[in-house]
T-cell receptor, first 112, second 114 residues
């Protein structure tokens, strides 16, 4: 079983739709949580950090449920420019190191 | 300010050859990471430098991979000899603070081993 699991999609949604992605993680020792966005053949870029209290940035809302070990990302009023792969990542600290564990990503295609 | 830069962007080599990938982190970033994405799989951690010291190389696949960061600035990742399964995209990332700093990724070096 992968440590971080995501539905690979693709999610095909019309412009203006609301879409939600979930991600589950298996290691309860995971300490920080993130959503990254990756455009085709580009590098991952941090979209949002995810906190237990939930956080919102414009049309994007991220939520963390530690008890159930899942992370969610909600995108409202989807734009064509939101089309990308969304990567869930959890951070594992150990001694003097800190590494990200990624899911395989969820592909979002927003249609006109 | 320049971001993380990687070279080459794409390398095509034959099995058994050697390839060296280079990463220039953002200036002042002590933490430097190498990750790899093999087709169809998730991005996986390879190793982590703090300045010139290897803090964690638990993700390195085997001893055909050698990473260095002499002087604590740029880093190189050498694959020798390359095998078919080494094909993928190798990402470098850097950050300032170990625990709270955002990770900035380079565009990656795509390696194709024939």
């Amino acid at each position: 079983r992968k440590e971080v699991e995501q539905d690979p999609g693709p999610f095909n949604v019309p412009e203006g739709a609301t879409v939600a992605f979930n991600c589950t993680y298996s290691n309860s020792a995971s300490q920080s949580f993130f959503w990254y966005r990756q455009d085709c053949r580009k590098e991952p870029k941090l979209l949002m950090s995810v906190y237990s209290s939930g956080n919102e940035d414009g049309r994007f809302t991220a939520q963390l449920n530690r008890a159930s070990q899942y992370i969610s990302l909600l995108i409202r009023d989807s734009k064509l420019s939101d089309s990308a792969t969304y990567l869930c990542a959890v951070s594992r600290y150990g001694g003097a190191t800190n590494k990200l564990i990624f899911g395989t990503g969820t592909l979002l295609a927003v249609q006109p | 300010e320049a971001g993380v830069t990687q070279f080459p962007s794409h390398s095509v080599i034959e099995k058994g050859q050697t390839v060296t990938l280079r990463c220039d982190p953002i200036s002042g970033h002590d933490n430097l990471y190498w990750y790899r994405r093999v087709m169809g799989k998730e991005i996986k951690f390879l190793l982590h430098f703090v300045k010139e010291s290897k803090q964690d190389e638990s993700g390195m696949p085997n001893n055909r991979f050698l990473a260095e960061r002499t002087g604590g600035t740029y880093s190189t990742l050498k694959v020798q000899p390359a095998e078919l399964e080494d094909s993928g995209v190798y990402f470098c990332a850097s950050s300032t603070d170990l625990y709270t700093g955002e990770l900035f990724f380079g565009e990656g070096s795509r390696l194709t081993v024939l």
